[in-house]
Every structure is written in structure tokens, then in C-alpha cells.
């Protein structure tokens, strides 16, 4: 779609619908899609979230916070959320 965010191409575990972001106000949610409980949110202070387990499907995330898609067998690609400039 006109809003789709290629993170790789060439990692084959990462389907092409792994997730989905929401802008809610001035804060990001996310929601596995295709990946299920293999995407998962590491906050800054460590902990470990899986939006497919929470109770609305999808939950904030923050600068500092990583959002991590994993093969289940030890391989992750991580994106860092991070504050953009002001437009």
C-alpha cells in the first residue's frame, strides 16, 4: 500500500506483512500482523512486550524502545525508534 515501510528485503523470515503501525495523536502503536508472537518490543529499561498478547492487540511505543522481528531460532532484525526532527 502507499504507506507500506520496507524494513529488508533480503531476510526471508520477515513476511512482507509482519506488523503494522498506528500514529495515535503524537505517539506510535504497533500491532503484529503476519508475525505474530515473533514481533516483539524491548523498552528502553529492558522488559519485553509482545502486542499479539496484549489485550487490545497492539501497544506504544517510545524513543528508546526496539521493535524486534525474530525467526524463532535466533535471528532478529531490530528497528530503533527514535524522536524525528519537528517538521
Given at each position: 500500500?502507499r504507506n507500506d515501510v520496507?524494513?529488508?528485503?533480503?531476510?526471508?523470515?520477515?513476511?512482507?506483512?509482519?506488523?503494522?503501525?498506528?500514529?495515535?495523536?503524537?505517539?506510535?502503536?504497533?500491532?503484529?500482523?503476519?508475525?505474530?508472537?515473533?514481533?516483539?518490543?524491548?523498552?528502553?529499561?529492558?522488559?519485553?512486550?509482545?502486542?499479539?498478547?496484549?489485550?487490545?492487540?497492539?501497544?506504544?511505543?517510545?524513543?528508546?524502545?526496539?521493535?524486534?522481528?525474530?525467526?524463532?531460532?535466533?535471528?532478529?532484525?531490530?528497528?530503533?525508534?527514535?524522536?524525528?526532527?519537528?517538521?
Open positions: 500500500g520496507v524494513v529488508c528485503e533480503r531476510t526471508e523470515f520477515v513476511s512482507r506483512r509482519a506488523g503494522r503501525l498506528f500514529r495515535v495523536g503524537n505517539l506510535l502503536e504497533v500491532a503484529a500482523v503476519d508475525q505474530g508472537d515473533l514481533l516483539l518490543v524491548r523498552r528502553a529499561g529492558g522488559e519485553s512486550v509482545r502486542p499479539a498478547r496484549s489485550a487490545r492487540g497492539r501497544i506504544g511505543v517510545k524513543p528508546g524502545d526496539a521493535i524486534e522481528l525474530a525467526d524463532g531460532r535466533g535471528g532478529t532484525v531490530r528497528i530503533l525508534v527514535q524522536r524525528g526532527a519537528p517538521a
